[in-house]
């Protein structure tokens, strides 16, 4: 492989579209009515929070990748990724997951002065690796602790800033909706292993299509139930409820979401969802206009 290859390889091992996750930093600016330019301050060092999340997920990807080099080069799509396939050389991506922590934990250090944000930061960094190593093995665990990495992301946007009204709800509803992506990604992980080369990634083997359906049917629930919950009982929210016109969007997000995945068999990669399903790119949006209505000019 020619070396101009090089860092464009390292580019697509680092998955910027998983990046698109960090984004849930900014909830704490969001659903505090903060987000807005008189509050830029605190924009700033939200996005610069993003920014470090950003590299330590793509620590994370790259260690997992070299982890995982064998066991990816079995599957029928990661063994595309750069790694596997040859494309980037482990040396360079070990240097790569070196580096991008010893950039992200300073600059984590020196954006919030009681380093709260640093202590979470590290937190998902070191919980990461422990999950790259043991903790995704063990089935329930595994999908737990995915959430807990959304989780852990909002509470990192709230320690960023001063937040006056930020509801206690909305950590449950992330807890819920991540749970919901993990087990959907689980099942179809599952069902790929199933049809193409049969189980290659361990934990898969403490599972059932089944009992995933009735996790995923069970956490569909609780998703819409404690989203319905904070629509009428934050504190910062309108007197006179709006906010509960905005659940319809949520309510055919996790329908869509769970057609997908039962039906269309996909799921392994929710991302790739969010970016290529135009169903589930306008039921986000219209969400997210009709929060922003609700919040900003009612």
């Known amino acids: 492989m020619k070396t101009r290859n090089i860092p464009l390889a390292l580019l697509q091992s680092m998955r910027p579209k998983q990046w698109v996750k960090n984004s849930l930093l900014f909830a704490a600016l969001f659903f505090d009515r903060k987000f807005h330019p008189k509050n830029l301050p605190d924009m700033l060092v939200t996005l610069g929070g993003f920014f470090v999340f950003c590299l ?42 070196v580096l991008l922590p010893a950039i992200a934990l300073p600059a984590a250090w020196l954006l919030d002065s009681d380093r709260t944000f640093f202590i979470i930061a590290l937190i998902y960094l070191l919980t990461n690796l422990a999950y790259s190593e043991w903790l995704k093995h063990i089935p329930l665990l595994d999908v737990l602790l995915l959430a807990g990495f959304y989780v852990l992301r909002v509470g990192a946007g709230v320690s960023l800033i001063s937040v006056e009204r930020f509801s206690p709800w ?91 995945v039962q039906v269309k068999g996909v799921g392994e990669a929710p991302e790739e969802v969010l970016f290529e399903d135009r169903p589930m790119q306008l039921a986000i949006l219209m969400w997210g206009l009709s929060v922003l209505l609700i919040f900003y000019f009612f």
């Open 170 to 260: 909305l950590y449950l509803v992330t807890t819920f909706l991540a749970l919901y992506l993990g087990i959907g990604k689980r099942r179809a992980e599952l069902v790929a292993m199933r049809d193409k080369n049969g189980i290659t990634r361990r934990v898969l083997a403490g599972y059932t299509i089944p009992f995933l359906d009735q996790l995923l049917m069970l956490d569909s629930a609780m998703t819409l139930m404690t989203y319905s919950l904070y629509t009428f009982s934050a504190p910062n929210l309108p007197g006179n409820h709006s906010m509960m016109l905005t659940t319809p969007f949520v309510l055919y997000g996790v329908f869509r979401y769970l057609y997908l």
């Open 56 to 97: 330590l997920a793509s620590t994370v990807y790259l260690i997992n990748d070299l982890r995982d080099l064998e066991a990816d080069r079995q599957h029928p799509r990661k063994r595309l990724r750069p790694l596997a396939s040859g494309a980037l050389p482990q040396s360079v991506a070990l240097r790569a997951a």
